[in-house]
């Protein structure tokens, strides 16, 4: 069975400009969650949606927006990239929101220069 | 604030050697508290969950227990393969608060 996965695995933006990555869920997972994750840190919680709806949102600025489309797969929306959203996305579905676990995708490597 | 705190921050163990390692958590509702492996440049792999004072859980060389406050992480005669960031988390009404982790390097 597949896992969750990310696309792309690796970006290159510049200051300034605007990304969109791309998460595929677990067959049967309802629920998108994503996170930001720095060098040496935690994951920081980004964006949760359930049944395409947003369950949650993180101390993030409005340059960060997500969707969840009918058939659950989701986008992370990133504009006006600073050097400081460099870090690793990471993607986790799960069967619903809590208590069942969520399985995290490999995650795409953005690189703002 | 809800905070989730690991220590240490580093261990270096040798191979066989068993320890374990701490999760302190302040939540105002724990929904579930999570372990996750994460080997360097990959995603977190799902270890465990535990949802009430008491639980235990294990798998292979590990097994993990949940206090009210803390949970300890025990690894029993680690292995080099063992290698990697545990991070701990605490599910709290959607959001899911991760610790920094802590990085296990197991010396053969």
């Known amino acids: ?113 | 604030e809800d905070q989730v705190t690991q220590s240490p921050e580093a261990l270096r163990l040798q191979e066989g050697e068993s320890s374990s390692l701490n999760c302190s958590y302040t939540v105002s509702g724990l929904r579930g508290l999570f372990w996750y492996r994460q080997d360097p440049g990959k995603g977190p792999e799902f270890l465990f969950t535990l949802y009430s004072a008491g639980e235990e859980k294990e798998k292979e060389r590990l097994k993990a227990t949940l206090t009210k406050k803390e949970s300890f992480l025990h690894i029993t005669a680690p292995k080099p393969e063992d290698s990697a960031t545990y991070l701990c988390a605490v599910d709290n009404n959607n959001d899911m608060r991760f610790g920094a982790g802590t990085r296990l390097t197991v010396k053969p």
Request: hydrophobic share 30%.
């Open chain 1, 1 to 113: 069975d597949a896992g969750v996965t990310q696309s792309p695995t690796h970006l290159i933006k510049t200051r300034g400009q605007h990304v969109t990555l791309r998460c595929s869920p677990i067959s049967g997972h309802k629920s998108v969650s994503w996170y930001q994750q720095v060098l040496g840190q935690g994951p920081q919680f980004i964006f949760q949606y359930y049944e395409k709806e947003e369950r949650g949102r993180g101390n993030f600025p409005d340059r960060f927006s997500a969707r969840q489309f009918p058939n659950y797969s989701s986008e992370l929306n990133v504009n006006a990239l600073l050097l400081g959203d460099s870090a690793l996305y990471l993607c986790a579905s799960s069967l619903e929101v809590g208590r069942y676990g969520y399985t995290f995708g490999s995650g795409t490597r953005l690189t703002v220069v």
